[in-house]
């Protein structure tokens, strides 16, 4: 998937799009979109996800806009082959007797579709050749022209859709300018227009004629420009684009639009296989001789050449208008066409009151029975602030069949270790009662994974099904189908993205849960032990530290935002400072200003310089004191390992001992609630032999004799580490004597008998 969607980035430019912040600039990119999309269109796209086809354009091989057969041609040429297509037959909508029989859009069959064919009527006699193109028994058959040499296929036309503000009415200086300085839309030919609200110009030399020099005064039929407000949506709107067969309404009125709801906006959306169709004329561009559409005008108007003029300013009357082919190279139809495609364009669906504007392709990469296929949405979205700042961003997202062998059994797996762990928390807590934040966070942790992987089953089994989503749109094949395709693909990305995004948190949590558990060991837990002897310092460092970078940051964007994009917002500012602090210096070869010299020379010495050796120097600190403490831990940690997991059953093996963790449970349990550790007896040997496995008297003994226990507190005694022996001699034991003496702490029953000897070994003074 990764590979995927590099290879996309390249062939689609996506690390381009930053660099467009105009209107032009943008519709560029988009073309070139739309042409990289078309590239990679192994078959027909545009008809058949517009549900429309014109035969003339389509077909014609000087037509660019529409039927990008790059990898195939239509058999026109070559009269004599079986698969020729008579072009001029078909626009006439004609048959021949070859045709086959019976046909699905003979309208004697029953049911009849909605636009059959009465085939008495439609059968030319005079014709001799199969008429392909009006029936699925006889259908144009492509001609391959080339190999398709991509490993992914486009099977959509690229789809636009946009976020629309309303228009509302200028205040201030805007409202000013356009009523009382420009006078705009106060005036008209039917009125006295206000002198006082027109615009006025002198004349650069006076008259030739009358010798005075003349004021002109020039008014606006509508407002020069206008003010939209991008917090707000627009339900409803016109759209004047162009396409081939549009008429004057649709040019100058436009056609009524409904926005639709995707992504929880408001959406305006068409299926376009050129921006020639987000566009419209430029009045006064695009000119036709009325009488002879092929000519050229080098001049036109009603003084200079009465009959070239242009359609749009012309009205209805112009004959253009009313045509319906185009099958005449010199139809009026035509000829404008060819060159509105060629001249300058008129923004109309991206326009003021464009909040954003998406342009996007649905991509399918292909694969065998051992791989899944990939789906991918490539979409490149141009935002507009409300200032009128352009800014992109670049989506790409992919979704594959999930192989359910490969992938339940670790689903199934991780759900079980998770529940077991929520109940082990659980039962710790109840049995052992201690921080209760600690089991909380297990509990709340584990629950987390465990909905994480419900919520990952539930899309994964849920609607949208790509592929069946896909091939009912094709067998509905309306554009509203497809639409819903879009959006549903689109949803499902979504979803997809807010999931690995909870995902992504959620392994983080894991993350410090896993560092703190490797605390388990003092030398793991190296991290977490600095942390804790640090955590202290570390609070009151980072209040003056993000002070310090806060004050820094508005100060950085309070003074140089204006001139400097990396310093342009209060966010950019920030992240500017903290690219800083990584050494990420990014400096033009000009030398700044001065200003800039001591904001950055006090940035450096104070943050980059001070604080991070203050910082360095904590954990330093903090780090030299646990180490000195964990010198006193001889033992490494593959040692304890085996000790605490092998040990204890490797002895109980060759010595007949029981686990440490039971001796441990009958320590716990015989001893005096609430006394502290300094007053409770020793241990001894002839106490471990009165510990018992089960309940009364069928309980048996967890050593087999007195020696068996004694060797047992022997062997533990051995493992003590040298440390913890004291070599001191006034501090060590002497005969008659025993631990906790001058505490007055209370003698073992056991031991009483014995005090006033010399102890027989040194485990009888051990604690454990």
Known sequence: MGEV??????????????EYRTPDEIMKYMQSFIETTYEMASALIDANTMNTID????????????????????????????????????????????????????????????????????????????????????????????????????????????????????????????????????????????????????????????????????????????????????????????????????????????????????????????????????????????????????????????????????????????????DNDCSSRRVWTDRFMASEKEHTFFDIGTSEITIAALVITPQGEKYPDITTLVRVTFKVSQSGAYMAEPILSSTSQTKMNLWIPPVVITLVLASTFIFGAIHRYVKNPGRISVMLFDVLASGAVLSYLIWNLVLEFGPPHIVETLVAAFNKNDQDSYFDCFRNILQYSDSITVMKTAGFYLIILLFFRLVHMLSVHPQLGLIVAVIAQCLDDIFYFCIQFILFFLVLSFLGHWSFGGQKTAFMTLGRSSYTLFRFITQDFSFSDEPPSATYWVFLFLYVSVVGIMMMSFLLAIVVNAHTVVTDTLKANEKTWCTETWCTSFRGLSTKLSHGWPMPGSVCTHIEESAVPDQPMTVLPAVTAEELCRFTTGTGSKGRPLFASLQSAQAYLEDYVKKTSPAMEETRASFCFNPGHYYGEDLLAPLGEERCARAPEAPSSSFEALFL
């Open 5 to 18: 969607h590099d290879n996309l980035r390249v062939l689609y430019k996506i690390d381009t799009v930053k």
């Open 55 to 326: 035969p003339t354009r389509c077909f014609s091989t000087s037509v660019s806009d529409i039927c990008r057969l790059k990898y195939w041609e239509t058999p026109i040429r070559l009269n004599a082959s079986s698969y020729f297509v008579d072009i001029k037959a078909l626009l006439r909508d004609e048959l021949s007797v070859i045709n086959k029989v019976p046909s699905h859009m003979d309208c004697s069959q029953q049911p009849a579709v909605e636009n059959c064919l009465d085939w008495d009527k439609h059968v030319n006699p005079n014709l001799t050749t199969n008429l392909r193109g009006l029936t699925g028994e006889d259908p144009i058959i492509m001609k391959s022209r080339r190999q398709y040499p991509f490993a992914s296929v486009v099977v959509l036309a690229p789809m636009v859709w946009q976020v629309r503000a309303p228009v509302v009415p200028c205040s201030g200086f805007g409202d000013k300018y356009n009523l009382e300085v420009l006078g705009a839309g106060k005036c008209s030919s039917d009125i006295k227009c206000d002198p006082g609200h027109e615009s006025s110009f002198r004349a650069t030399k006076p008259s030739p004629v009358s010798g005075r020099t003349q004021s002109i005064f020039i008014a606006y039929i509508e407002d020069a420009f206008y003010c939209v407000d991008r917090a707000l949506h627009a339900s409803e709107w016109r759209d004047k684009s162009w396409d081939p067969w549009a008429s004057y309404d649709d040019l100058t009125v436009g056609r009524a639009q409904t926005a639709a709801e995707m992504g929880g906006k408001k959406v305006f959306w068409k299926f376009i296989s050129d921006t020639a169709y987000l566009r419209g004329p430029v009045k006064g561009l695009v000119v036709l001789d009325k009488n002879d559409p092929c000519s050229t005008c080098d001049a036109w108007g009603p003084l200079e050449a009465p009959r070239c003029t242009d359609p749009v300013e012309d009205g209805t009357s112009h004959p253009m208008w009313t045509e319906n082919d185009m």
